[in-house]
């Protein structure tokens, strides 16, 4: 298994999605790694946002290299110390939206770094929601805009409080120094963006091109489902391909071919939904692989790539029962 640092719950759609029988999931596994996720619990008061103290970035200065930071001198502040060391112009970072940022993590007291995406090439995607992520990034990043370069100092209070990260070596009264590179932002109306590509297939279903944050229309013709694995683009982005082990932030919306009627999105739920294709149902993974980011993506997906004769409980979604999707890729992990 690739080793991440994301540590999120898995989200209600998500459950539909997953892959029968597939244990290799590794949302909600850190392997063995921390990451900035949020503490059993998350309750404390909102902090004091102060300028400072902060160490020094000694290496690795611009935007998007791994830093090297120096021990902190003296004592830490009791509250969170926020600085942009570099401010970037792009969307400003609201609470509750998800970021993917590159980061490094360090103890304050002696500099060791605990975790960092930069080695392992993939930037981390999460939602700034209370219960998700620590309290220090949720409220340190709100506000910021995509581009910048934050670097924060995390007391206990708004970290991992006084239970530490035992894996990662963290105390409970260790602060944490953090530099983030915040890359992009999304929230429940984000879509895709690119160029609209025709629909001439009448035997297909045809898809909606808005990109105002709702949910487009699937209409499903009154046709037999196609065999084989249907997957093509209603809007073509220009970001790069989805490799067959990425992950993938999307926004999406599946109706059942017979009859259309809807059995999951994310636009009903207000809130985007990150996985690996290795955890997911066979069309989804290879409906996926080598579409480009920023795209709007219909899947019609046969029983035999979807759920066969084994669809979730408690789902509108019946035995043998065609599938149709549309994707929007927001972003690769």
């Keep these: 298994m690739r080793r991440r640092s994301l540590l999120i719950a898995v989200p209600a759609g998500l ?12 949302s909600g596994n850190t392997g063995d790694s921390a990451s900035p996720s949020a503490p059993e619990t998350s309750a404390a008061p909102p902090p004091k946002i102060v300028d400072g ?7 690795g200065t611009k935007f998007g290299e791994k830093p090297t930071v120096a021990k902190g001198s003296g004592d830490p502040s009791k509250d969170l110390a926020v600085k942009t060391v ?12 998800f970021v993917v940022a590159n980061y490094l993590g360090q103890v304050w007291s002696t500099a060791k770094v605990f975790d960092n995406s930069y080695d392992r090439g993939t930037p981390l ?16 990043l709100t506000g910021k805009k995509t581009g910048s370069r934050v670097q924060m100092a995390v007391p ?9 990260n035992e894996q990662a070596g963290i105390k409970g009264t260790d602060t944490l120094v953090f530099v983030v590179d915040v890359e992009d932002t999304f929230n429940a109306k984000s879509s895709a963006k690119g160029s609209e590509v025709a629909q001439d297939n009448k035997d297909l279903p045809k898809v909606g091109t808005n990109t105002d944050g709702k949910a487009p229309s ?8 196609p065999a084989k694995l249907v997957s093509s683009y209603v809007i073509e982005g220009d970001g790069e391909e989805v490799g067959a082990d990425n992950s993938v932030l999307v926004q999406y919306k599946g109706v059942l071919w017979d009859g259309g009627e809807e059995f999951d999105s994310t636009y009903a739920r207000g809130q985007l ?11 989804w993974a290879q409906g996926l692989t080598g579409k480009k980011v920023g795209s709007r993506v219909l899947i019609v997906i046969p029983p035999e790539l979807g759920y066969g ?3 979730p409980q408690g789902s509108p979604i019946k035995k043998d029962s065609t599938l149709v999707f549309s994707v929007d890729i927001l972003a690769k992990l």
């Design 273 to 283: 939904t990150s996985f690996s294709l290795q955890q997911v149902v066979k069309g």
């Design 125 to 140: 995607a999460i939602q700034l929601a209370q219960g998700t992520i620590i309290d220090g990034w949720r409220y340190g």
């Design 309 to 311: 004769d084994n669809p």
């Design 15 to 26: 459950a539909t999605l997953a892959a029968c029988g597939d244990d290799k999931s590794d």
């Design 86 to 97: 570099i401010a970037g112009g792009g969307k400003t970072i609201a609470e509750n939206d």
């Design 156 to 164: 206990p209070t708004w970290g991992y409080g006084e239970q530490g």
């Design 53 to 59: 103290p902060l160490p020094a970035i000694t290496a």
């Design 218 to 225: 699937i209409e499903v013709p009154d046709t037999d489902p």
